[in-house]
């Protein structure tokens, strides 16, 4: 069973403090790697696709990077409106389903 | 213009009730989802359809049935709800193919009390 294991469950930062979000992954054979976006009583929001190890997505503040064990979104230089929630998923090969871990939950202090 | 809709957001209904929750997109995807999320925000797939017809279905009560009268919709009904129904529930919707970058709605509410 393909298994995803985020940490950690919750990160407090300072403003402009970087720091990086993980994600351990179990799975027969990766088809893809997904970042979401998850803010309180909205629906996750795509971020980033990884497909192969060494690869590496940016998008303003955020950086995720895949190996073949685990991905990380790194945020560097974090303003208050970066806190959500950041959701890894996982597809397996010749499978349609993500499974989900249980999120990083990010707080930015201004 | 929301992509993916979802009525009601939010539901309260007593212990025994049937209840529907609707969703449609308009991404011209062929594949939607129902998800549940917990008090533990962890999100875990119900049921998938492709074009109408269910690809994905995982291990849940058979009170729950979706129902999907085209490819843009596909409701979930919820019958004889109980307590631990109680959770958000999230549309999604998908381009058939490989790559599975999934859209999801805002979500629904679901108390039951």
């Known amino acids: 069973e393909d298994q995803v294991t985020q940490s950690p469950e919750a990160l407090r930062l300072q403003e402009g403090e970087s720091s990086s979000l993980n994600c351990s992954y179990t799975?027969?054979?990766?088809?893809?790697l997904f970042w979401y976006r998850q803010d309180p009583g909205k629906g996750p929001e795509f971020l980033f696709t990884?497909?192969?190890a060494g690869e590496e997505k940016e998008k303003e503040r955020l950086k995720a990077t895949l190996t073949k064990k685990e991905s990380f979104l790194h945020i560097t230089a974090p303003k208050p409106e970066d806190s959500a929630t950041y959701l890894c998923?996982?597809?397996?090969?010749?499978?349609?389903?993500?499974?989900f871990g249980k999120g990083n939950q990010v707080v930015v202090i201004p | 213009d929301t992509a993916v809709s979802q009525t009601p957001k939010y539901l309260v209904t007593q212990m025994g009730n049937d209840k529907s929750i609707k969703c449609e997109q308009n991404l011209g995807h062929d594949t939607m989802y129902w998800y549940k999320q917990d008090s533990k925000k962890f999100l875990k797939i119900m049921f998938s359809?492709?074009?109408?017809?269910?690809?994905i279905n995982e291990t849940v009560p058979n009170r729950f049935s979706p129902k999907s009268p085209d490819k843009a919709h596909l409701n979930l009904h919820i019958n004889s709800l109980e307590l631990g129904d109680s959770a958000v529930y999230f549309c999604?919707?998908?381009?058939?193919?490989?790559?599975?970058?999934?859209?999801f709605g805002a979500g629904t509410r679901l108390s039951v009390l």
């Open positions: 799975v027969s054979g990766l088809r893809g």
């Open positions: 999604a919707s998908s381009a058939f193919g490989s790559l599975n970058i999934q859209y």
């Open positions: 990884l497909y192969s």
């Open positions: 359809y492709n074009n109408k017809e269910l690809i």
């Open positions: 998923a996982v597809q397996a090969l010749g499978n349609n389903r993500l499974a």
